[in-house]
């Protein structure tokens, strides 16, 4: 086998399996694990990989993801390249389906079955503490803002720590939304996720400025914990449970005043 990974949480996932050996291509956003990745060829990014370097590496399988890649390229990729796998997880029950098929396709179930069984240990830990509901408007993008649906992989794991999207259930998976400093849609937390769009400390206190406003609660969070599949999902349903203990203290000690949780 010789594997390309369009997808970065997905070549953590094949390096995470003991595939490292297979692999022979990536794209610059795949940077985990950094070590194991260093001499791995890379073609490009995950909207704009080069068809012509994935030819030439002369692949397999090449994975890729509905949401991460274009479907034209990936189109083209299909005349040479003898099995794409495409993958597209939307609950979080669908990231352990996907590490079972990984492990099935790629002939590593053992290694498969054991990431299985700590993501099924994460989601117990997490149903036995029954948060609960928490409405938060989810930002992924500024210039234009843009939050995240409903029936999104991120929307999925954030309401697993009882972290509810507002974004209704008839708005698009990714919409536009109106200044969150003005209008943040009867949200008790604005989340400012770390990717695809940075954001960083200076933006939560812009905000929470700009807002004049008792409510909501401006805060941080991990984009890498909240939006990769694979085992980093699993590792950020654990991140979760922890950043749901810290919103409950900071809404506990500043509701109203703005905050950051970590």
């Known amino acids: 086998m010789r594997i390309v990974s369009l997808v970065p949480s997905l070549t953590e996932l094949l390096c995470q399996l003991g595939l490292r050996d297979r692999l022979v291509g990536r794209t ?3 940077i985990h694990p950094r070590q194991a990745l260093r001499d791995v060829p890379r073609v490009g990014g995950t909207k704009d990989f080069d068809v012509e370097r994935v030819r030439a590496l002369a692949p397999t399988h090449v994975v890729v993801n509905v949401d991460e890649n274009e479907k034209p390229l ?13 993958t597209h997880p939307i609950t979080v029950d669908d990231n352990l389906a996907l590490i079972e098929s990984f492990g099935e396709r790629f002939g590593v179930r053992e290694a498969a079955r054991r990431h299985v069984e700590r993501q ?39 309401a697993a ?12 998976r990714y919409p536009v939304v109106d200044d969150p400093s003005v209008d943040a849609r009867g949200a008790r937390i604005v989340l400012l996720s770390s990717e695809p769009y940075r954001f960083l400390e200076r933006h939560r206190t812009a905000l929470q400025r700009s807002s004049g406003r008792a409510s909501p609660m401006f805060a941080t969070i991990d984009g890498e914990m909240t939006s990769w ?16 203990d810290a919103i409950e203290r900071a809404l506990d000690d500043g509701e109203g005043q703005g905050g950051e949780a970590q």
């Open 28 to 30: 610059g956003f795949c």
């Open 74 to 86: 990936v189109d083209r990729l299909a005349g040479f390249v003898p099995e794409i796998v495409v």
């Open 120 to 158: 099924r240990e994460a989601m117990h830990r997490l149903r036995t503490r029954r948060f609960a509901t928490v409405d938060v408007l989810y930002l992924i993008w500024k210039d234009p803002w843009m939050s995240i649906g409903r029936e999104t992989f991120v929307a999925h794991m954030l």
């Open 161 to 172: 720590a009882g972290l509810r999207s507002v974004v209704a259930h008839e708005q698009p």
């Open 229 to 244: 599949y694979g085992t980093r999902a699993i590792d950020g349903l654990h991140y979760l449970l922890g950043y749901r």
